[in-house]
């Protein structure tokens, strides 16, 4: 990097917003390694878009490399520098804009909290749908550029499906600009889409708006217990039709996983006895709360007397709720059983699903080298999570274990990534579900948006 | 077009797929001008995706220009010829490849009509909830092509929410697969969303995979009037909320609209008296009929208590459906009124939708040679339509009546296309609602994806 560059960077955008030096070792990469000094040549905290234009351009007149950080929550290597990258930190973008409660939509910068998010909607009787774990540290622009999904994308959709405008930075400095609050719009090139998922390699989003929904007033769920793979599809099928659009959670969890979590040393006890192959949590988001809970009711007492589930227990109060749902999303109790552990977010058609997760299961159960196998997920999405405890951190085991789970998926027409993306530690196993037409033209596009392989360089794609 | 070229589709696909000479003046461009011999240089009827290839193949090597025919229902002049092309045409791609009950998608070709999906999926108790008036002639390529909307926008989403899979020839004879059967995929960039939407500009859908829903058991609906917009808007919020999830219909009908839909000489009374400025038609999708009918009913009489609407009519029966349901889809009810009309499917904010309307009614009801002005359309998706009848067909009157619709939409942040498209007819039009920096990425994409400019040219962008 040129001194030059330096102090052009420190003329345009100030000082005080260039970190360099032993102000960058204080920044990390990821929240999780927030002891490991950032290895960067430089820091930048801009304030709002034309700053990150100016930056851009700069950077590709000096051929420079930039990353951009967001809350650093990325579960695929996406944030991990080689050293020679300039940082753009969108930590300054962090205002909500406007919240327009009659189009339903909410204006943020890219650096805006997920939760922050959801708690305006809520100020204003209104709901934002996205949610998963890393709520308190991930922000809009890296949600949207990963296309991030969560719990409740069987029926709110994933990130592409809550966003209606956009505002991105070309490596070049261009800025496009299309923060319409429109839900419809037809006139030629839908672009945002091309940003959405591409996980900050074809451009930078520095703001968006988002769709929001009329916020919920009553919620349920309910714990259910299975023995066959066909059931547990048959009763999502049955419980969707009869709850007709308030169907909001699917969840699916093994006997393995089920069982971990609700005994020793877990602080939650089993909702449903031991001794069923399939857990399922189901929730409905509705608009009232008696009735509600009446109507899932009345369908898991049908349900149970027509023998499509082997038991059915409701959640009968707020502390219920939080207790079943802890159940799902206390994911932690299966890592603190892995000293070492290796995860995965796969998706599969629903139809494959069952079996694919048993011959997966039984051939992980035969490898020696793996302590424990925890699957679990998003079933109404096709999508479901592995975490995996192991004997040893030996690239060996790690390849092994990756053949397993992702080499069917091929055949199956699946997805080695559903939600997280492919960043950097999956780029060698993108070929398994894309092909090699298709990664051609994503080359192309990336070519083209970004000639000089400058944005987030390495990530998703090796020219 | 050189005869080589001629001779070798013939020997590639056969001679009897090759329509020439006369066999071409039989065909047309569109379903409404079937007495208008098609001006093209030849027209090609394919079997499948390996001969689409070949055919680009060739008209790529020889710089022929192509174009692509599905149901010849689009509304932007998307598929006029100006004589110099080749018509490929989908009809021979036209099956139905599998409906997945399990996994809830369906595989088609093409060619499909989107009532035979419609068909299809409720043979197995399924759902596509996509409709629209040209559903017995459009096929699924151009609606995917187009990213059609309609009726349901609002609960299941524009046509591109539907889609899961997709196949794909480019210009140069290029096939991209992505036939997947998987809701969630975030393996890279997400291919198809350029393709959705993008008028067949940047390649040829052949094949798609879509997502289909559990078919619902109850439909209800009800006319509702109102004085003011802003009341109108909150009982959109009303209604929603309340009916968590099963809202799939709130359409708008302003009062002259309403008037010449239901007198003389329609066949259709109206379901509540005149008077009021707005009339709303809402429609509620469920599992139970009985159940679902007083859900809405209670909904409806809390409104009319609370003052959230000034008269509420429900439709009691299937007959009552047909007869509120018939107000507001035989549009040709107002075509007949103007011999001769010009037709608008814009997009605006909600918020901003009511002075908008008012504005443009004033304006066009000040204009001379403008007879009739008729808005009606999807509220809450932001979008509307105006049909308006005219004295004369002169170009003056056609671009006042434009400037008066269309100019407001860039301050407002609207769009000049919400469903249709921009195609041929709206091309001068599309600056007002993309910048320059937009257009000139889409010309960029055109340019990667087809370079000698030979796929559906002249339509959406010029370059």
């Not at 962090?94 to 998010?117: C, F, H, P």
């Not at 505002?167 to 419809?184: A, P």
């Not at 699903?353 to 997966?360: E, K, P």
């Amino acid at each position: 990097m040129s001194t030059k560059l330096i102090e052009k960077l420190q003329a345009t955008i100030g000082s005080q917003k260039v970190l360099l030096g032993k102000d960058i070792l204080e920044r990390y990469h990821h929240i999780w390694h927030m002891d490991q000094p950032l290895n960067a040549l430089a820091y930048l905290l801009p304030e709002n878009t034309q700053e990150i234009s100016d930056i851009c351009k700069l950077c590709h007149e000096h051929d420079q490399k930039v990353m951009i950080y967001g809350g650093l929550t990325n579960l695929v290597g996406a944030t991990e520098t080689t050293g020679d990258e300039i940082i753009i930190s969108m930590a300054k973008l962090n205002k909500i804009e406007e919240v327009d409660a009659q189009s339903r939509t909410m204006t943020v910068q890219a650096g805006v909290i997920l939760e922050n998010v959801q708690n305006a909607a809520k100020e204003n009787e209104l709901f934002f749908p996205l949610n998963f774990g890393a709520k308190g540290s991930a922000q809009m622009g890296g949600i949207i550029s990963q296309n991030a999904g969560g719990l409740r994308v069987l029926r709110y959709g994933m990130t592409r499906n809550l966003i209606l405008g956009l505002e991105v930075v070309l490596m070049d400095g261009t800025i496009l600009n299309s923060m319409k609050k429109i839900i419809k719009d037809n006139s030629a090139y839908d672009l945002k889409q091309l940003f959405i998922g591409s996980e900050g390699t074809l451009g930078i989003v520095t703001k968006a708006v988002l769709k929001l929904q009329e916020e919920p007033k009553s919620r349920n769920s309910a714990f259910l217990a299975f023995n066959e793979f066909d059931k547990v599809v048959n009763f999502l099928k049955f419980i969707d039709q009869g709850l007709a659009g308030s169907l909001s959670g699917f969840e699916l969890i093994y006997d393995i996983t089920y069982q971990t979590l609700t005994s020793d040393p877990s602080p939650y006890k089993p909702p449903i006895p031991y001794g069923y192959k399939y857990y399922v949590l189901v929730e409905s988001l509705g608009s009232d709360q008696e009735k509600d809970h009446a109507i899932l009711n009345n369908l898991l007492e049908q349900a149970v007397l027509e023998n499509l589930t082997l038991d059915a227990v409701m959640a009968h109060s707020e502390s219920d709720l939080k207790w079943f749902w802890s159940i799902r999303e206390d994911v932690h109790i299966l890592k603190a059983k892995c000293d070492i552990d290796q995860h995965f977010d796969i998706s599969a058609p629903i139809s494959a699903f069952g079996d694919y997760v048993d011959a997966v299961m039984d051939k992980l159960n035969h490898l020696d080298g793996v302590k424990h196998a925890f699957p679990f997920g998003h079933l109404a999405d096709g999508n479901i999570h592995f975490i995996i405890g192991k004997k040893n951190d030996s690239d060996e085991l790690k390849n092994q274990i990756n053949d397993i789970v992702y080499n069917p998926l091929t055949a199956l027409g699946g997805s080695v990534s559903a939600e997280h993306g492919i960043g950097l530690h999956k780029k060698a196993y993108l070929k398994l579900c894309r092909t090699e037409a298709e990664i051609s033209v994503m080359k192309m596009l990336k070519k083209s948006f970004d000639p000089k392989g400058l944005l987030n360089t390495g990530k998703v794609l090796d020219l």
